[in-house]
């Protein structure tokens, strides 16, 4: 049984319909960059609670999620009608095994998002953790419009602080669009595309793969790195590729 604490919106920002980032006041626990935390709300005499990564890296608060409303969904519309003020209750503390805890160090992190996925790599990067373990560090994330592409204010400090240790690729898949390279994260792994553009191959001997977003992509993904003899990493036994599905 979760254990709940309450919260409080303390602010709500809407990127584009249906695309939401939230930060709450809440007394959480410490957490480590990568895990999640349930958000809750009481509907119809139920509460009704969904995973969702952390944005905000462990040491700042508020805390911070970023989210799609799903339409039909029983949470999400409710929490997106949310404004500063209303409350709302979390998991105590906060879990997961999506964290650089446990990955051998290498040449080349490289961190694959899809769509809102991207959040949890934020929180990450706001560590020193890949930048103590990787030379480089390779953020690519995956959206079908431009207008999905977001916190760009974050990811400039990011790329301001790391220079050219820190190499950001959107990716738009239905649209052409200024920098990005044009199509889905899997196309653009087969065709090199990808590779080419970053300068270095994804190989076993010298990175190390994060996968968060759809799970379509996930499987894909992986069997690309199967094929190229990357295995995936588990907790007693490191490998080359780490997993988290959103959907």
């Known amino acids: 049984m979760n254990e709940w604490v309450k919260g409080k919106v303390v602010a709500k920002r809407r990127w584009k319909d249906g695309l939401y980032s939230m930060q709450i006041d809440a007394p ?12 809750a709300l009481d509907i119809d005499g139920d509460r009704v609670g969904r995973p969702y990564s952390l944005v905000n890296p462990p040491q700042e608060r508020p805390l911070e999620i970023y989210f799609n409303e799903i339409p039909e969904g029983p949470l999400t519309p409710r929490l997106s009608d949310l404004n500063p003020g209303d ?3 979390l ?3 906060a879990n997961g095994l999506f964290t650089l805890e446990g990955i051998e160090p290498g040449r080349e992190l490289w961190l694959l998002a899809t769509g809102t996925a991207l959040g949890v790599y934020l929180s990450i990067l706001r560590t020193p953790g890949p930048w103590q373990s990787f030379e480089r ?4 994330h995956g959206v079908r419009a431009a207008d999905d592409l977001t916190y760009a204010e974050t990811l400039k400090l990011i790329a301001d602080e790391h220079g050219e240790r820190f190499t950001f690729v959107p990716l738009v898949s239905r649209e052409a669009y200024a920098d990005a390279l044009a199509g889905r994260v899997t196309d653009l792994l087969v065709n090199g595309e990808l590779e080419r553009r970053v300068g270095v191959p994804i190989t076993a001997e010298r990175s190390h793969v994060m996968l968060c977003g759809n ?14 003899g990357l295995v995936r990493h588990r907790r007693h036994s490191p490998g080359h590729y780490t997993t988290e599905h959103y959907h």
């Open 28 to 39: 959480v626990a410490d957490f480590t960059a990568g895990q999640f935390v349930k958000v």
């Open 87 to 89: 409350p709302l209750w």
């Open 91 to 93: 998991s105590a503390t």
């Open 137 to 140: 560090v390779i953020l690519v």
């Open 215 to 228: 799970s379509q992509m996930i499987k894909e993904v992986r069997e690309i790195l199967e094929g190229r």
